[in-house]
């Protein structure tokens, strides 16, 4: 089983844990939505498991920036069920 732990956001990151050699990997947020589904669809084995850190808007933060991070939360989790995890 594989255990994927995700930071959304553009300076956040992807974290997977256990697969046949027991490793643990950890990578910067990819730049673009294809490299991020490349880098999903690769991380899947049955059964993976994927937790994505909760998130709120905070003080302070503009509407196109609140924006572009909900696009790339979406994307993530759209990611996650189109590589069946």
């Known amino acids: 089983m ?3 732990g995700i930071d959304p956001g553009k300076a956040g990151g992807i974290a997977a ?5 027991s ?3 950890a990578m910067k947020m990819p730049d673009t939505e294809r490299d991020i589904w490349e880098l ?3 991380l899947r084995i049955q059964p993976t498991f994927a937790y994505i850190e909760e ?11 609140m924006f572009t991070f909900g ?10 069920i ?4």
């Open 55 to 65: 998130v709120h808007a905070a003080p302070g933060n503009g509407v196109s920036s």
């Open 71 to 80: 696009m790339g939360y979406g994307g993530l989790r759209m990611a996650l």
């Open 82 to 85: 189109a590589a069946g995890i």
């Open 23 to 25: 490793t643990i990997e």
């Open 2 to 4: 594989r255990i994927i």
């Open 40 to 42: 999903i669809y690769g």
């Open 17 to 21: 844990l256990g697969d046949v050699n």
